[in-house]
């Protein structure tokens, strides 16, 4: 293998096996590498696309799909997007292809990467083209043509921005992922979905009553969640695309916090029906397969079951060590429960994270509650939030960079994200109401 591949396999695998939301530094070899979140971001400059053919349509075109752009790569938190006001030259003018690129001018203004690109339309139909380069190696690294409607835009945006960060991260990001929540705009708590930004909220559940912890299917096509429509809680389940709602948990007692198991149809939840609250496994039509956690006393607490990603171990809020709620790792093949949290006298909602290796979870800490993380083997827990208000209900961005979360640090509970080191925390929406209960879908919905 020649020196420059052996350079250019490193650096992917570096890149492959560092993804942890954070600062890209250049390198000597002028590569970008993933490193540490407290170190500066990787400078990107998305200058306004070329309209081909210069009507007044391609100019919007041209202007709406270079802000989109800019908004998901900053909303990663990889990227610092430079101001067009520092910018020594228009590729939009001059050109935006590699013999036109004047890199001198763009590492003047401390350019890393420069997106360029053109946008034509015809009667509604678009083709888009974007390039990506390497500035300091005055290198094309990426060249995408994209068709279809002007309506399309953003998803555009959205595909070409995923290739940008599979380039550096080897994941396919979470732009074409989403975010179901609970809202109570309408009176009621229903269930409402959003995009992976908070774009496009829309309600997902009409139930007029108590409808919470939402859990997406494993493909995304279904909700399952707690509703007291009934007058009792009991799990459902919604086809997002039918509109078809099932009734998954007839049984008496409580029914409540359900989550798909992983890669399946089966779906577990915390049922009370033989006394205190057990997690079981049942089938979407209702059928228990079995019990998961054993029956340790007539009235204790197990609930919030969360899988790990291979699905062989299972985390879970439990009182079996006392009064109060821990969290607790089972084994699924051995049965063997492992206790994982020792600090704060009340921890709850466990969620296991992509790569399998963290588990976040809310824990409270002077009377209010915070977002923490922790080894899924165990250890030493590391406090995410300290804002004023409670912060409760971790739930993992698909690719594993983010964490979203509820949070009442301005007042009624809203939605808010962070990366996983408790950097860049910010709100996602404002809805009428508070929201609450946020869980992540994986990134599938192209």
């Not at 560092?18 to 970008?32: F, S």
């Not at 094309?140 to 409607?149: A, D, E, M, T």
């Not at 494993?218 to 509703?227: E, R, V």
């Not at 009442?408 to 809805?431: C, D, F, H, K, N």
Request: hydrophobic residues 35%.
């Amino acid at each position: 293998m020649s020196r420059r591949s052996l350079k250019w396999t490193a650096w992917t695998m570096a890149l492959v096996c560092v993804m942890a939301v954070g600062a890209l530094a250049q390198e000597d070899d002028g590569y970008i590498t993933i490193t540490n979140p407290f170190i500066k971001k990787a400078p990107i400059a998305v200058p306004l696309l070329k309209p081909v053919s210069r009507t007044q349509a391609e100019a919007k075109l041209a202007d709406d799909a270079s802000k989109t752009l800019s908004g998901l790569l900053d909303y990663t938190g990889y990227f610092k997007i430079i101001d067009r006001a520092a910018f020594l030259e228009e590729p939009s003018v001059k050109g935006v292809t590699l013999p036109n690129i004047n890199f001198k001018n763009w590492t003047l203004i401390g350019t890393e990467l420069l997106v360029t690109g053109s946008v034509q339309e015809t009667a509604g139909a678009i083709t888009v083209e974007f390039y990506l380069y390497d500035i300091a190696r005055a290198n094309l690294l990426v060249s995408k043509r994209y068709k279809g409607k002007t309506e399309n835009l953003r998803e555009i945006a959205r595909r070409f921005g995923t290739e940008i960060i599979r380039k550096f991260t080897g994941s396919d990001g979470i732009f074409f992922s989403k975010l179901a929540f609970t809202s109570s705009g309408t009176g009621n708590k229903e269930v409402y979905i959003c995009d992976f930004d908070g774009a496009f909220p829309k309600q997902a559940t009409r139930t007029r009553s108590i409808t919470m912890s939402p859990s997406w299917s494993p493909d995304g096509k279904m909700l399952a969640y707690t509703s007291y429509q009934s007058g009792r809680p009991r799990v459902y389940t919604k086809n997002l695309f039918s509109g078809d709602v099932s009734l998954v948990t007839p049984m008496g007692g409580t029914n409540i916090t359900p989550t798909w198991f992983p890669g399946s149809s089966d779906i577990a939840a915390s049922l009370s029906f033989e006394g205190g609250p057990g997690i079981y496994l049942l089938t979407r039509g209702g059928k228990i397969r079995k019990r998961i956690t054993n029956k340790w006393s007539e009235w204790g607490i197990d609930l919030c079951p969360s899988f790990s990603p291979d699905g062989k171990y299972m985390a879970f809020a439990s009182n079996r060590a006392g009064t109060h709620q821990q969290i607790f790792v089972q084994n699924l093949a051995t049965g063997n429960v492992k206790r994982l949290t020792y600090q704060g006298s009340y921890n709850t909602t466990p969620s296991w994270s992509p790569s399998g290796r963290k588990i976040a979870y809310t824990g409270r800490v002077n009377g209010r509650y915070q977002i923490f993380i922790i080894d899924a083997g165990g250890g030493e827990p590391q406090q995410l939030t300290r804002s004023a208000g409670d912060n409760e209900s971790p739930t993992w961005a698909p690719d594993g960079s983010m964490i979203a979360f509820s949070s009442t640090r301005e007042g009624a509970s809203r939605i808010y994200v962070m990366t996983t080191y408790g950097t860049e925390q910010r709100r996602l929406l404002t809805l009428p109401g508070e929201q609450t209960n946020p869980k992540w879908s994986a990134n599938i919905f192209r």
